[in-house]
């Protein structure tokens, strides 16, 4: 897919209509039209990143400083108990629009939004190997 052809890239320009919460030079956040729930919010980058293994590191940090101040406005406006923020990579992981993008899902108590995995058993000493190989990935 070309950024040309990206869904995300389209409405990040205004060529297709959104409910925009939020917008400047970097960043449109919008109501998503498929909600999860009543609020349920996507922040997108102006400029095209497939997804996190792409994303600028600058760009993440300001994404996610805005995400706080939306996420707080969501609470405010929609008196939410709660708040998942989803991000997914790659279609095994979900992503279905290839534009990185982060979603703000309010929740509360007996809502009907389904989240979550059937809880596995670490392996101790490979957690410990695992953790090591990583650590020494980000040095």
Not at 70 to 78: G, S
Request: aromatic share 6%; net charge negative; hydrophobic share 40%.
């Amino acid at each position: 897919m070309t950024k040309d052809d990206c869904l995300f890239c389209k409405i990040g320009k205004g060529e297709i209509p959104s409910a925009t919460i939020f917008e400047n030079d970097e960043f449109k956040c919008f109501l998503d039209v498929a909600p999860a729930s009543r609020g349920h919010a996507l922040i997108i980058p102006k400029n095209h990143y497939s997804n996190i293994f792409e994303l600028d590191k600058a760009v993440a940090g300001k994404l996610f400083t805005l995400a706080t101040d939306i996420a707080a406005a969501l609470k405010e406006e929609t008196g939410c108990e709660g708040m998942n923020l989803i991000q997914n990579n790659g279609e095994c992981a979900g992503q279905t629009v290839h534009h990185f993008h982060l979603h703000l899902i309010p929740r509360n108590s007996g809502d009907r939004v389904g989240l979550g995995w059937p809880q596995g058993k670490a392996d101790l000493d490979d957690n410990a190997k695992l953790a090591e190989a990583i650590n020494k990935r980000l040095q």
